[in-house]
């Protein structure tokens, strides 16, 4: 089950589709996951980045994430990057991808996703209501709902007040919906060990 979430999730995903149907209420996003090599964590392990179209070497969005296999559901820990402005482009360009190690990450403690399979697809969630993010000077908590099959990626991610939980950021227009433009390869550990 993880190494199908490994292969679908790697590649370079668009909502230009999303964005030219409807302007107004969603811009044109890139997203990218890069499978790190096996030794990075000595596991499965992608690195991310999200962007505007009009602007890829600004992610507004990097991080690191290393997918565990927890039988009924593959748990997905994140990690931020230090001094993420030093990698930005590293989507993109190998040279920079290679230079990020494990001692420029560190935990965002609950803030993993839980992924589940759900008969031709994966449905991810934020564990629990403590993912702490402050925006704007409140204190909010992360809801972020994922899908992801072969082919799209829709995501959904908010910020609710802790106190009221009423939405203080994120999308008031539903979900992005990203389609595959490219797809990756694994690093051939991935596979030989079969994750």
């Known amino acids: 089950m993880r190494l199908k979430l490994a292969e679908w ?36 392990g992608f690195y991310s980045e999200q962007m505007f179209d ?22 997905v820990e994140n990690y931020a990057l230090k001094d ?34 759900e008969g031709d697809r994966f449905r991810g969630s934020v564990e629990g209501n403590r993912c702490l993010i402050e925006k704007n000077g409140k204190l909010t908590y992360l809801v972020s709902e994922v899908e992801l099959t072969a082919t799209t990626f829709t995501s959904w991610d908010r910020g609710m007040d802790v106190e009221t939980n009423y939405q203080v950021w994120g999308s008031e227009h539903g979900a992005l919906q990203f389609s595959k433009r490219e797809s990756y390869p694994l690093p051939p550990e991935y596979v030989a060990y079969n994750c």
């Open 9 to 44: 999730l790697a590649g370079d995903f668009s909502n230009r589709a999303q964005a030219q149907a409807n302007p107004r209420d969603f811009a044109h996003i890139r997203v990218f996951f890069c499978p790190l090599p096996w030794s990075f964590f000595n596991d499965v």
């Open 54 to 75: 009009h602007d890829l070497w600004t992610p507004y969005r990097q991080g690191v994430h290393r997918l565990i296999d927890r039988g009924d559901h593959i748990y």
């Open 84 to 117: 993420s402005i030093r990698f930005a482009g590293a989507a993109r360009e190998p040279s920079i991808l290679a230079t990020i190690t494990p001692q420029d990450i560190e935990r965002r403690w609950h803030c993993a996703m839980v992924f589940t399979w």
